[in-house]
């Protein structure tokens, strides 16, 4: 029902910036909760961000740094992400959920995700 596919990922100096995207098919994507996560090599998926009835709400690690941002309009999520460290290296997916949680961290209420775009911060 809803298709996702991420881009803007790249190589980028520690301290920079990018800008993640995220472009969601179906006419229904407002009515699903949108998240972040990332998976670093050997890790597990990790939450970053999510967008939901309730407010939007963001990792420990990623809070201050990160803003995550949707327009229903253009059916686009976006993941701004600044002051980037040597420790936020890691394939980026957005993802959606259609359940009630107001603040859902866990991959496995997520419902569709993108195929993943690589973010590598270097020193």
């Known amino acids: 029902q809803v298709q996702l596919v991420e881009s803007g990922g790249g190589l980028v100096q520690a301290g920079g910036s990018l800008r993640l995207s995220c472009a969601a098919s179906?006419?229904?994507?407002?009515?699903?909760?949108v998240g972040w996560f990332r998976q670093a090599p050997g890790k597990e998926r990790e939450f970053v961000s999510v967008i939901s009835w309730s407010g939007t709400y963001y990792a420990a690690s990623v809070e201050d740094r990160f803003t995550a941002s949707r327009d229903n309009d253009k059916n686009m999520v976006y993941l701004q992400m600044n002051n980037l460290k040597l420790e936020d290296t890691a394939v980026y997916y957005c993802?959606?959920?259609?359940?009630?949680?107001?603040?859902?961290?866990?991959?496995?209420?997520?419902?569709?995700w993108g195929q993943g775009t690589q973010v590598t911060v270097s020193s």
């Open positions: 179906g006419r229904s994507f407002s009515t699903y909760s």
């Open positions: 993802a959606c959920a259609a359940g009630i949680a107001a603040r859902p961290t866990r991959p496995e209420v997520y419902n569709y």
